[in-house]
C-alpha cells in the first residue's frame, strides 16, 4: 500500500513546500468563507451534481466539510494520517456515485481560486511563484488520491466479475468433462453389447440360416466400427482435441449402409430401397465435401 512518503516523492513535495503552505494558513482562513461559499455555488450550478448533494448530504454540512477540507490544505502536516482521510474522501464520492470528472472539474476550480488568492496578495512575483508551484503540488497530491478510490471501486469489480466468470467457467468445464466421460463409458457398454450380439451371429452362420446371420453379423460390425470412431473421438476431446464433424457425418453413412443391407434381407420393394441408395448417396457427397473442407483448412 502507498504512503504519504511515496507521494511526496513522486509530486516533488518538500518540507519547504508544507513550510510555504503553513505560511499561508492566515490568508486561506481569511478567504475561506468567500471560497466555501462560491465553491458550494459552482457545485449547485451543475445540475447532476446538486442531485447527488440533495440526495446524500444537506448543503450546510457540506458546506463545513469542504471548509474543513480547505483548511487541511495549509496545515503544513501531511502524514499518513492525512492520505487515509483523503482516501476516505474519495470512498464517499465514491459512494454516493459523485462522476470522477466532476472531482477534478471541482479540484480545478479550486486550484484557480487559490492562485487568484496568491496574486491577490502577494507583489513580489517570486513569492508567488513559490506559493503557486507549493499548492500546486499539495492539491495534484490530492486529486491522485482521490480519484484512486474510482480506480480501486472499478479493479474491485473487475476482480469480482472475473472470479465469478472465471469459477462458472471451471465448473461448466468440468461438468463437460464428465459428460465426455460419461458418453466414453456408454460408448464402450454399447459395444460390449454389439460385440455379444456379434459372436451370437456368428454361431447362427453354423446352427441357423447362414444367409440372415451374415448379415446381421456384417451389421454388427459396421455398428462396432461406429462405436470405436465415436470412442476415438471422445477420447481425443477428452484429451484437449478439436471437435471432428468428419467422424459422425461418417457414422451417419455407416448406419444407412446396414439399413440398405437390412433392407436387402428383408426384401423391401424397389422404392424404398432406391430411397435408402440415393440417401446414401447424398451421404456420401456430404461426407466428400467436408473432408476437402478439412483438408483445406489444415493447410492454411
Not at 466555501?36 to 442531485?51: C, K, N, Q, S, V
Not at 454540512?61 to 496545515?75: D, G, K, N, S, V
Not at 491577490?120 to 512575483?125: G, S
Not at 477420447?235 to 484437449?240: F, H, S
Amino acid at each position: 500500500m502507498d504512503n504519504m512518503d511515496k507521494y511526496k516523492e513522486e509530486y516533488g513535495f518538500t518540507d519547504a513546500d508544507a513550510r510555504n503552505l503553513q505560511d499561508i494558513l492566515p490568508l486561506a482562513e481569511e478567504y475561506l468563507g468567500g471560497l466555501t461559499g462560491h465553491f458550494m455555488d459552482y457545485l449547485t450550478d451543475i445540475p447532476e451534481a446538486r442531485d447527488i448533494i440533495a440526495r446524500h448530504s444537506a448543503p450546510n454540512r457540506l458546506e463545513a466539510f469542504h471548509r474543513q477540507w480547505f483548511i487541511t490544505l495549509f496545515q503544513g502536516k501531511y502524514d499518513d494520517k492525512y492520505l487515509i482521510d483523503l482516501r476516505r474522501i474519495g470512498q464517499a464520492h465514491v459512494r454516493v456515485g459523485l462522476p470522477v470528472h466532476y472531482v477534478n472539474a471541482a479540484m480545478s476550480h479550486v486550484r484557480r481560486a487559490i492562485q487568484q488568492m496568491i496574486h491577490d496578495t502577494f507583489n513580489d512575483r517570486e513569492q508567488r511563484r513559490m506559493y503557486r508551484e507549493s499548492t500546486d503540488k499539495i492539491l495534484d497530491i490530492n486529486l491522485a488520491v482521490i480519484t484512486s478510490s474510482y480506480l480501486d471501486a472499478e479493479i474491485s469489480k473487475v476482480f469480482v466479475s472475473r472470479t465469478i466468470e472465471s469459477g462458472l467457467i471451471n465448473i461448466a468445464e468440468r461438468f463437460t468433462y464428465g459428460l465426455n466421460l460419461v458418453l466414453v463409458l456408454s460408448l464402450a457398454g454399447v459395444s460390449i453389447g454389439v460385440m455379444g450380439l456379434f459372436i451370437k451371429d456368428l454361431t447362427h452362420i453354423f446352427t441357423g440360416n447362414p444367409e440372415r446371420a451374415i448379415f446381421s453379423a456384417l451389421g454388427e460390425m459396421l455398428i462396432l466400427w461406429m462405436m470405436i470412431e465415436l470412442m476415438e473421438n471422445e477420447i481425443k476431446n477428452l484429451k484437449g482435441g478439436s471437435f471432428n464433424i468428419l467422424v459422425f457425418v461418417g457414422v451417419v453413412v455407416v448406419a444407412m449402409v446396414r439399413e440398405i443391407l437390412i433392407s436387402t434381407l428383408r426384401h423391401d420393394d424397389l422404392k424404398t430401397q432406391a430411397f435408402l441408395t440415393v440417401t446414401l448417396l447424398v451421404l456420401g457427397i456430404v461426407y466428400f465435401l467436408v473432408s476437402k473442407a478439412q483438408k483445406c483448412s489444415f493447410k492454411e
